[in-house]
T-cell receptor
């Protein structure tokens, strides 16, 4: 069964460093999402991406964040200058149609020290 | 803005007993509603979804949920808990708009199943 994969599973970085979280969505999917979950808090929407551009973003998704689909298979989330409060589990999701089920990856746990 | 409230962050049930997880939502448009399950060290897996068809929705692993518009609820039930049901469960509402289909999640309910 096709699945969404994410790498790395755990990333530790120092405050102020740039990180790139990688996701490989299901191959024929067209809509892509990033969510995050700070420990003990709700899963929060960050951004949606379709047709090589951001379709919607939350207030969390400020200028420090960017997304890219560099090669038609990977979907990346970049945080330019990490802060302590960026420590969270980051989930990638994809779906084949706008209203379709979102398939989630296993997540990347980002720890900023 | 949409929101989801899950009553009870932790629920403990005995094996074989009824599982009932509560979810209430607010939405300005007819909602799409979802229940996801997260097993340890895994991603979110869809259990079931409501998309304006039948109000009683059956999902995987014996779970079902009933959409009650008058109560703005979408509670999840399973008649008989198994040890394998120990996980965290998330209710979510979809904001299906032209820009995308972002999910708004509740806080989650962690289920413990006692032998």
């Amino acid at each position: 069964e096709p699945e969404v994969t994410q790498t790395p599973s755990h990333q530790v970085t120092q405050m102020g460093q740039e990180v790139i979280l990688r996701c490989v969505p299901i191959s024929n999917h067209l809509y892509f999402y990033w969510y995050r979950q700070i420990l003990g808090q709700k899963v929060e929407f960050l951004v949606s991406f379709y047709n090589n551009e951001i379709s919607e973003k939350s207030e969390i998704f400020d200028d420090q964040f960017s997304v890219e689909r560099p090669d038609g298979s990977n979907f990346t989330l970049k945080i330019r200058s990490t802060k302590l409060e960026d420590s969270a589990m980051y989930f990638c999701a994809s779906t084949g149609t706008l209203a379709g089920e979102q398939y989630f990856g296993p997540g990347t746990r980002l720890t900023v020290t | 803005a949409q929101s989801v409230t899950q009553l009870g962050s932790h629920v403990s049930v005995s094996e074989g007993a009824l599982v009932l997880l509560r979810c209430n939502y607010s939405s300005s448009v007819p909602p799409y509603l979802f229940w996801y399950v997260q097993y340890p060290n895994q991603g979110l897996q869809l259990l079931l979804k409501y998309t304006s068809a039948a109000t009683l929705v059956k999902g995987i692993n014996g779970f079902e949920a009933e959409f009650k518009k008058s109560e703005t609820s979408f509670h999840l039930t399973k008649p008989s808990a198994h040890m394998s049901d120990a996980a965290e469960y998330f209710c979510a509402v979809s904001d299906l708009g032209a820009a995308g289909n972002k999910l708004t999640f509740g806080g989650g309910t962690r289920v413990l199943v006692k032998p």
